[in-house]
């Protein structure tokens, strides 16, 4: 992950009736903790166009328009170019530790929901829909597993979505035709926590599970049978029968 650390300088003048702007970015960037990559950038613009740039990598004002390289030539021979190749230490390296103890070394747990949102009907698959909330950072991964076997198809995914709070959500759904005996799983990576979390979906039935149900319905309707039996067999002796 590459972080920018910008810092934005405006001085606006209004010369004219639309307006002149000037004003300077200063950026940060590095890719890793220890800032062994760290780059300074500092860009001057004039109406949103780039005109002197300092690069830490570079070590000297580069000029982009006859002016900005008018420019680059005087600071590169000044105190400017001093002043430039210091704020590497002054600015980058003092704040860029900051942000990391802060921000991002920071790591929410997500919050899994596991539900269903259409049962299977007329040879229509169902679907379930595994919601992670609450996460940070947004980097993650949501899968599903059937039987212990990844799921590659009839899978569709939102994209992490920032719920406005430093905090994101993103949702996976899974279509499938439900059968006997499976066990559907939603599997959740994330830094927050050192192994997968997994959820279990409680609806998928198991051997047993379709066992039970099918000696509970059976029961039922031999009890019912016996229950009619009876009863006309009652019926049929009481005096009021004939």
């Known amino acids: ?70 420019n680059a030539e005087r600071w590169n021979k000044g105190p400017e170019v001093q002043q430039e190749r210091a704020e590497l230490e002054r600015y980058c390296k003092h704040n860029l530790p900051i942000y990391y103890s802060t921000i991002l070394d920071k790591a929410v747990k997500p919050k899994i929901r596991l539900r269903s949102i259409k049962q299977a009907s007329g040879g229509h698959p169902a679907m379930l829909v595994c919601s992670a909330y609450g996460f940070y950072p947004p980097v993650i991964d949501v899968y599903w597993l059937i039987d212990g076997e990844k799921v590659t198809s009839d899978v569709t995914a939102t994209v992490e979505m920032a719920d406005g709070d430093w905090y994101y959500q ?55 049978i016996l229950s009619t039996a009876g009863f006309l067999y009652y019926k049929m002796k009481s005096p009021d029968f004939l």
């Open 170 to 224: 993103i949702h996976s759904f899974l279509e499938y035709m439900p059968t006997s005996g499976e066990k559907i799983s939603c599997v959740v990576e994330h830094t927050s926590s050192k192994e997968p979390i997994i959820v279990e979906w409680e609806g998928s039935f198991t051997n047993s599970d379709m066992a039970k149900i099918i000696v509970g319905a059976s029961g039922f309707v031999l009890g019912i």
């Open 1 to 70: 992950m590459i972080l920018i650390l910008q810092l934005l300088l405006a001085l606006s003048l209004s010369l004219r009736a639309d307006g002149y702007n000037h004003y300077t970015v200063k950026d940060c960037i590095t890719s890793s903790s220890d800032l062994s990559d760290l780059e300074y950038i500092n860009t001057y613009y004039f109406n949103k166009d780039p005109y002197i740039q300092f690069n830490s990598t570079v070590g000297e004002f580069v000029g982009f328009t006859e002016f900005g390289v008018n």
